[in-house]
């Protein structure tokens, strides 16, 4: 298996792999400045053959763009030997869980995803694709989190509330009423200050 993104991220992406006893070949970055990471070598194009990839790119438009340009790749989930992932909660293809995440009875969490090391997700949450749960965020029960939408550091978002697509939840921001797509949220309570702008994702 590759690691698509050769950064900080990346490094603790193929640390989470390794935890589950995943083997990871390489890693695969454009910059030219780069030939290994973590000992394992930094190649420019993904080579022939090459049948599996995770995706260790934080900016979920991005992510989004690369699975794109690879549709035929197999993408799978990393869960940390260190987190909790409940039996009965579904998590989609590509997805990454990090060290000291939670996730509780019956939450679905969908592709590509980004787990955060210690973020929680409670139950019955549902996660639509690209999302990106920053570290120490929680998400209470039966909350849902539109496509692409960024939850920050330390956010903290209560029962009920839906989330629309390719929002912004800023760090440290409280979620109390639902928020419409698109939207960038800051504060506590959390109070709408703009939308978010060129996304280059179909509105």
């Not at 589950?20 to 890693?27: I, P, R, W």
């Not at 420019?44 to 995770?54: D, I, Q, T």
């Not at 579904?90 to 939450?107: F, K």
């Not at 496509?147 to 029962?159: F, K, L, N, P, W």
Request: glycine share 10%; aromatic share 4%.
């Amino acid at each position: 298996m590759y690691v698509f993104g050769a950064s900080g991220h990346g490094k603790v992406v193929a640390e989470a792999a390794e935890t589950a006893g995943m083997e990871v070949s390489g890693f695969i970055d454009e910059n030219p400045n780069l030939s290994s990471l973590l000992d394992l070598p930094v190649l420019k194009e993904l080579p022939l053959g090459a049948k599996e990839m995770v995706i260790s790119v934080g900016k979920n438009e991005v992510r989004k763009k690369i699975v794109d340009r690879f549709p035929n790749l197999v993408y799978p989930k990393i869960i940390h030997a260190f987190s909790f992932v409940s039996k009965r909660a579904a998590i989609g293809d590509g997805t990454v869980i990090l060290s000291g995440v939670s996730v509780n009875s019956e939450a679905k969490v969908g592709k590509h995803c980004i787990l955060n090391t210690n973020s929680s997700i409670d139950h019955d949450c549902e996660l639509g694709d690209f999302v990106h749960i920053s570290p120490n965020a929680a998400l209470a029960g039966d909350v849902a989190v539109g496509e692409g939408t960024h939850i920050g550091i330390g956010a903290a978002v209560i029962q009920g509330v839906k989330i629309g697509k390719w929002a912004v939840i800023g760090a440290g921001a409280v979620i109390i009423r639902d928020v419409p797509d698109f939207a960038v949220m800051v504060g506590n309570p959390a109070k709408q200050i703009k939308t978010v702008e060129n996304t280059n994702t179909d509105r």
